[in-house]
Each structure stands twice: as C-alpha cells, then as structure tokens.
C-alpha cells in the first residue's frame, strides 16, 4: 500500500500544476501527502481492526482536517452531516473510492473477497456504480499483480470484467489527457476518467518509478493518479528501498505505523 502514497506525495505538487513530461525531481521541493494517503492508511486501519469503513474515513478526517489539496467539496459535506450522527452515502462516481482503497489488493485470498470488500470500501461514500467500479478494478488489479498475473493479462481482465478502454499508451493518452479526462469527455476527477488511465500508466511502466511518472506526466488530478498508479505499480514491481526510505518520511508516525503494521499482517513487495 505504500505504492500509493509514494504516487500521491509525489504528484502533490502537480494537482493544480500539470506537467506533460516524465522528466521531473521525483520528490519534488515542496511534496506532501494529501488525503489520498490520508484516506488510503485509513482503509488499512479499517482492515486491520474491521467495523464500518465509513467510521475511519470519518476519523481520519476529523484527525487529519486540513490536508494539503484539501478533501473534496463532497467528502466534506459529508463529515459535516457525519459529525451530526448522518452518515449517509452520497451517489459520488469521483475518484475518491480509487484513491483510496489500495490497501484492500493486498489483503484477501480470493477475488471474490476481495472486489466485495473493494465495494464496502467505495459504498459508504461513493454508491454510484461508477465509484464503486473504480474502487473494484484498482483493487483487482492489484490482487491479481501480487498473483503473479503479467500487465497484459492484468490489461485483459480489467477491459473484460470492467469495460475499461486500456487501447491506448501513456504518449497517446498524455496530450489528449486533462482535468476535464480524455478530449475533455468525461471529467478527469470520477473514477471513469481517471482510474482507466491511472492503470494504463502501472500497466505500460517498466518499473514502480516509471510507473509514477507516467502517472504525473498525463496531468489531470495527479495526485489521485499517481495514487492509483502507484498502488498498482508496487504490486507489479515492489518499491525501491531508496524510494520506500524517502516516501515513509514524509508521513507522520501515526500514519507510518499504520503503514508497518498494515505490511507486518498483509506483506508488501
């Protein structure tokens, strides 16, 4: 799971920035993590200790209510109503649930276990079939990476069982690519404009550092996309200690000892 909080703290300072290139200081001045890596360690804690994942992301918010890039408009309408004792699902397809639900590739046995936590994780908030969609495929696409499954096979099944368009490269996909999705269709900050081109940029990489660039190099939301990326990509390729060194210094102790405790109970690569 530390995949993804590597691609978020990395594409932290490119959100509102984009770049269009590959060629960047990896942990660029001024990198932080945001409540992508927020949200992703509290999904670990909720598999960790179980209840409602609903009651972590709460938590976590609460604890953590000032993060750099801010939470979602939605997101935090909803820890108001939340804070009144109302917590109730909100029709979001935005890529919140994709962001966020990394944690849950890593820590199930079957597929079957695996998408249906995948859905509890997405459902609290993000109910739309999109939202939930999104959380599925990002989940079984790491399940399927620490399996053993190569990008293409990974490619297949997610275009099969998903209906994700995976056609085109990470060089088609960046000039064409923005905060409004691809050729300005569909808004680059759901789940269906952004989690396709997330995995295409894990799936087309050479290794978990290219993976991350591909990631930030599309522009868009790059921190979520390098989220998502970065989640897949460490399942495919493991983390570079150098890299993993960095990236754990970056988060506070709380938030690291969740990490160490989630990678002592589910492993990591």
Not at 40 to 60: D, M, P, Q
Not at 107 to 124: G, I, Q, R, V, Y
Not at 229 to 242: K, M, N, S, V, Y
Request: hydrophobic fraction near 35%; include cysteine; charge should be negative.
């Amino acid at each position: 799971m530390l995949g993804a909080l590597v691609g978020d703290i990395v594409g932290s300072i490119y959100e509102f920035d984009n770049i269009k290139t590959k060629d960047f200081e990896f942990f660029g001045r001024g990198v932080e993590y945001t409540d992508d890596s927020i949200l992703t360690v509290a999904t670990a804690e909720w598999l960790l200790h179980g209840g409602l994942a609903g009651s972590y992301y709460f938590r976590y918010a609460k604890k953590y209510p000032c993060p750099m890039g801010s939470y979602g408009t939605m997101f935090v309408q909803w820890v108001h109503r939340a804070n009144s004792g109302v917590m109730q699902p909100y029709n979001s397809c935005g890529n919140g649930s994709g962001m966020r639900v990394s944690p849950v590739g890593w820590a199930f046995p079957s597929e079957a276990e695996t998408l249906a936590a995948a859905k509890a994780s997405a459902e609290c908030t993000h109910n739309h079939p999109e939202g939930i969609k999104g959380a599925q495929a990002t989940a079984l696409c790491i399940y399927l990476a620490r399996h053993g499954s190569t990008p293409s096979e990974i490619r297949a099944r997610i275009e099969s069982d998903f209906g994700y368009d995976l056609s085109l490269s990470v060089d088609e996909i960046r000039p064409r690519y923005s905060w409004q999705g691809l050729d300005g269709l569909v808004s680059g900050g759901t789940c269906q404009g952004s989690v396709p081109q997330a995995i295409t940029c894990a799936l087309e990489a050479e290794n978990f550092e290219d993976a991350v660039r591909n990631a930030v190099s599309i522009g868009g939301d790059s921190d979520t996309i390098g989220c998502i990326t970065g989640g897949i990509a460490e399942a495919l390729f493991g983390i570079p200690e150098a890299i993993r060194e960095k990236g754990m210094g970056y988060l506070s102790e709380h938030l690291k000892k969740v990490v160490m405790d989630f990678e002592a109970k589910y492993g990591c690569k």
